[in-house]
């Protein structure tokens, strides 16, 4: 079965850091793109990060570049997005979501997403 399970979200300061994880199954998770989301209540999801498979690299929104970095432990078949620095306006739910495209930037570049996991930055 295909799927991403994401956890590690919470309640934290402003200033603080949070990693999130995600742990996929039923696919070949080398082959694939790895992305990270979030959604605002009222919003569509918004991308943060891409894990790009076939170039090797992390790619990074605005929002997110110098404070967020991503890493993928291809033995456990997770990803990872370390979260510092956080703000008030990090507060979403936050998804992942796998591809075995290149990475993109909108939520139909992506086939299997996971179901979400709450973080709040609040003091």
């Known amino acids: 079965q295909v799927q991403l399970v994401e956890s590690g979200g919470g309640l934290v300061q402003p200033g603080g850091s949070l990693r999130l994880s995600c742990a996929t199954s039923?696919?070949?998770?080398?082959?694939?793109?790895i992305a990270w989301f979030r959604r605002v209540p009222g919003k569509g999801r918004e991308a943060v990060s891409c894990?790009?498979?076939?170039?090797?690299?992390?790619i990074y929104m605005d929002s997110a570049r110098g404070r967020f970095s991503v890493s993928r432990d291809n033995t456990r078949n997770t990803v990872y997005l370390q979260m510092d620095s956080l703000k008030p306006e990090d507060t979403a739910t936050y998804y992942c979501?796998?591809?075995?495209?290149?990475?993109?930037?909108?939520?139909?570049?992506?086939?299997?997403w996971g179901q979400g996991t709450q973080v709040t930055v609040s003091s």
């Open positions: 979501a796998a591809d075995p495209g290149l990475c993109g930037w909108r939520e139909i570049d992506f086939q299997i």
């Open positions: 039923g696919f070949t998770f080398d082959h694939y793109s």
């Open positions: 894990h790009s498979v076939s170039e090797g690299i992390s």
